[in-house]
């Protein structure tokens, strides 16, 4: 939980005034100038609002105590190798932060196919992904696929849900931490991997994934 210094830290960091928060989170200015000062316990949807209008204009906060403007970077990665290194930034981001990673229009054939030694490769991610869970409690995968598909890779910390067929897309994305990463395959050499590093972009397509999971169809059970 974020605190009133970091509050206050962080819009003289942006040069805002309370007012200036307060109409980005949609709270009042007294209520921002009461949490800051530590005069009352804030709510934590209070606080969720703040986080956001602030992280989302450049504010990352360090533990509860520190504040620093983010560094925004994109970064391209391409072929095998470059899937490979998209796989251990991601597996390093939860190691050590934990979290949901959200995978959108995901065909897990091709996640195979494309990384630099095929299967084994999928094997060994999947494998050390499934030792992470066992340390951490924390991680969790959510993948919307395509409706009908049935071939599912993922461990139990894996939960998967159908895309209906009429808004399923080839265009592949993955959300976690502050990382927003667009995966194509309609490209040489295979697969094209943009990441995006922003909270606010990440923030977006997590709602949007969201919004999409809510609306997808729960996986009935295979008959043996």
Known sequence: MISGRQILAARA????EAADLAEKSGLRRETISKIENGHVQPHENSLGKIFRALSENGIEFIGTVGVRLKSYD???????????????????????????AYAS???????????????????????????????????R?????????????????????????QSYSDATFYVYGDTLALISFAHEPAPLIVMIRS???????????????ANAITIPTKKP
């Open 199 to 213: 909270a606010g972009f990440a923030d977006a397509y997590r709602r949007l994934f969201e919004i999409a999971w």
């Open 74 to 100: 994109v970064e391209v990665l391409e072929g095998g190798a470059g899937f490979n290194a998209f796989y251990d930034f991601l597996y390093e981001y939860l190691n050590e932060h934990g979290g949901t």
């Open 13 to 16: 960091m942006l040069g805002w």
């Open 105 to 139: 229009c995901m065909d897990e054939t091709l996640f195979a196919k494309y990384r630099l030694n095929g299967e084994l490769d999928a094997v060994m991610h999947r494998k050390r992904m499934a030792e992470l869970v066992k340390r951490r409690n924390d991680v």
């Open 141 to 165: 995968v959510k993948i919307l696929v395509k409706e009908g598909v049935h071939n599912f890779t993922g461990p139990a910390y894996t939960e998967y849900r159908w895309q209906p067929a």
